[in-house]
């Protein structure tokens, strides 16, 4: 049995096991691992309902996997290597003895302020290092993460702590990000004041010492209560369908959904992933520069590289401080052999010139990858030239939240390359295109909706609190099709290039956002009537945020109201939502019954005035005129 592919013949092969008996495979690739208690059935499946199951029967704990496993092996081996925002500032690293130790003591700390098996615990944090060890605490003792990234608004974090009826936040007292010291307890405050009734604790981890408010009715010190606790943990004996963590995220209609992934398939799933796509060897050291709050940073900074045993870095910082040189400056500082960041990143990094990157010595790069949003040809080939000067295989990995792990990406020096097509599937992953009316597709160069017919055992278990919304939003559109919500192009040899979402999603720097959720803030600005947002294409973003409003009576300030339709977006969601273009409008294009053509809007926002279509059976033409001889020209 094969775990870590090798050659093209490997993979054939593994992937033609995969699908012949999926159910050996993925035993196959569980057997490594630390079982309380081995499974009774590999796997069973349902997508109607959905009902996916993966090693039921089994008990496990994923801690023990990525730490205890490792102490009597590996334990002085570095397993997490932290580099701060300020580029003098020493690293802080942590052996698997250390990380072990930390996260026995703060599982021992969770238990002491009540923590249970079951509860909700949310994460507001920076890249800090007590962040990862608070998700592995949480997993040693059976509690569900739930990470919100810190930059997220207080109202955002707010509906995500009610959502999940979360017992506890845990944050810092700020971030510090570039130039910027962010207060994030404040935040935190404000958000509890939303009406969070289920929270009791508010754990704060001073990381800067900044002044912040202290409320000793609920606010704990996370330093204070590490103090004395037991150095040891009994890992809690979780069942393999046992809720892991909850992520949030963003759908094309109403508020951000819970995605919920259990503890056995994802564990398996993030290993062996990670393992295959980033070629991982012993003496590596591996860098993915998300941030923890997205689901990249859970698979692929925490728990994927830790499973393996490997050196993962964390990087609190930005790219861009203290300039457009850091990321270089940290891979040569550091040897870093592998490096996995984001198509926006690369393309802001581009823009400056390629003075930055021509400095460094990168030549311990084996590795290169991407992830989060389509990566245009122009990027692909400066990271190709400039990052891995021709010689470094890239993985243009392509995945969900919901997916858990890739599962559509090159396998390095394995596979071949195409510049911006994510490629071949990994094992265990079934995909297919279909048309709109679900008819399946089955000849190459052709485009189509790309759907996943078989569970893979990273697959989403449901959406948290609402399993019927799982099941209309990813099970229903095709049957007993996993819809993925993008569209993709297959070319004559079967690789795929995923053109990007096809529903009212869009992805902002690699950030996904619902159009209905922008459009609702904005409606909350006072004087707006209606609005529509559409993405457009935007050089650095991808897709950038239009939006057209329609506002009440005749406006005597435009600056006034843009501004408070901004600040509107910011407080009810966060700044990374905030529109680039906002057009003031006298109506939006309508069908007769009512609904808004958003087909329409995405031609005129793109600048695409020409070809706007068939617009006679509108309820209102006249406006789609008004609309296009005021659009700004991009
Ligand atoms: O549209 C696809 C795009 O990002 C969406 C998933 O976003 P999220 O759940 O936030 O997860 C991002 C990180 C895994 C997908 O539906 N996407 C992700 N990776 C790629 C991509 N689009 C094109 N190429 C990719 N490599």
């Not at 995605?259 to 295959?276: E, L, P, S």
């Not at 245009?376 to 858990?404: C, H, L, S």
């Not at 600040?567 to 006298?586: F, L, Y």
């Amino acid at each position: 049995m094969v775990t870590q592919m090798k050659t093209l013949d490997d993979y054939k092969n593994a992937y033609k096991a995969s699908v012949e008996n999926p159910e050996q495979f993925w035993a196959d690739q569980a057997d490594k691992f630390v079982w309380k208690k081995r499974w009774d059935k590999v796997l069973k499946w349902d997508f109607k309902g959905p009902d996916v199951r993966w090693f039921d029967g089994g008990k496990l704990n994923i801690t023990e996997n990525c730490l205890d496993r490792h102490v009597e092996v590996r334990g002085d081996k570095t397993a997490l290597i932290w580099v701060g925002n300020e580029p003098d500032a020493p690293n802080k690293t942590y052996t698997y003895k250390e990380l072990f130790l930390k996260v026995n003591k703060f599982a021992n700390a969770l238990k002491a302020q009540g923590v249970k098996k079951g509860d909700r615990v949310v994460f507001y944090m920076p890249m800090i290092p007590e962040l990862m060890i608070g998700m592995l605490a949480c997993a040693r003792i059976g509690a569900i993460h739930s990470i919100v990234f810190a930059g997220f608004s207080a109202q955002s974090l707010a509906d995500r702590i009610i959502d999940a009826e979360a017992k506890v936040v845990i944050c810092s007292d700020y971030n510090r990000r570039g130039a910027k010291n962010i207060p994030v307890k404040t935040v935190v405050d404000e958000a509890l004041a939303l009406g969070c009734k289920t929270i009791e604790k508010v754990i704060v981890y001073k990381s800067t010492g900044g002044d912040m408010v202290w409320n000793p009715d609920m606010d704990v010190d996370y330093c204070k209560i590490m103090d004395g606790v037991a150095e040891f943990c009994e890992p809690e004996a979780m069942e393999s369908e046992d809720p892991l963590f909850i992520l949030y995220t963003s759908g094309s209609t109403g508020k951000p959904k819970g995605v919920v992934h259990t503890t056995a398939g994802y564990m398996v799933f993030a290993a062996y992933t990670f393992k295959n796509v980033f070629q991982y060897q012993e003496n590596d050291i591996y860098w993915c520069t998300a941030d923890i709050g997205w689901v990249t940073g859970h698979s692929y900074i925490v728990y994927g590289p830790l499973l393996e045993g490997a050196t993962t870095m964390m990087f609190e910082g930005v790219p861009s401080y203290p300039d457009a040189g850091r990321f270089w400056d940290i891979i040569e500082k550091n040897k870093v052999t592998q490096f996995y960041t984001a198509p926006t990143a690369i393309r802001a990094l581009m823009a400056e010139g390629d003075e930055f990157v021509e400095k460094y010595d990168l030549s311990s790069l084996k590795v290169l990858g991407t992830v989060g949003e389509p990566i245009n040809e122009e990027a692909w080939m400066w990271y190709f030239e400039k990052v891995g000067k021709r010689a470094k295989p890239i993985v243009d990995t392509w995945w969900q939240t919901e997916t858990g792990g890739i599962l559509i990406t090159p396998l390095p020096l394995i596979t071949d390359m195409r510049p911006t097509f994510a490629s071949y599937p990994l094992p265990g992953v079934q995909p297919i295109l279909v048309d709109p009316a679900g008819n399946l597709i089955t000849e190459n160069g052709v485009e189509g909706l790309l759907c996943i017919k078989f569970p893979w055992p990273g697959i989403l278990r449901t959406t948290w609190g609402d399993h019927v919304r799982c099941r209309q939003t990813y099970f229903s559109a095709f049957p007993d099709l996993y819809f993925t919500g993008d569209g993709a192009r297959r070319d004559e040899d079967g690789r795929y290039r995923i053109i990007g979402r096809v529903d009212d999603v869009l992805n902002v720097s690699g950030h996904r956002i619902g159009t209905a959720e922008v459009e609702n803030a904005i409606n909350m600005a006072p004087g707006v009537v209606e609005s529509a947002v559409v993405g457009f294409p935007h050089d650095i973003k991808g897709q950038g945020i239009y939006a057209f409003v329609i506002a009440q009576g005749s406006v005597d300030n435009i600056d006034e109201l843009k501004k408070s339709i901004i600040n509107s977006v910011r407080v009810e969601i966060g700044p990374i939502a905030k529109p680039d273009i906002i057009q003031i409008v006298p109506g939006l294009p309508k069908t007769r019954s009512g609904k808004i053509m958003r087909r329409i809007l995405r031609k005129i926002a793109s600048g695409d005035m020409s070809n706007i279509g068939d617009i006679s059976t509108l309820l209102n033409p006249e406006v789609v005129e008004e609309i296009k001889k005021n659009a700004p020209t991009l």
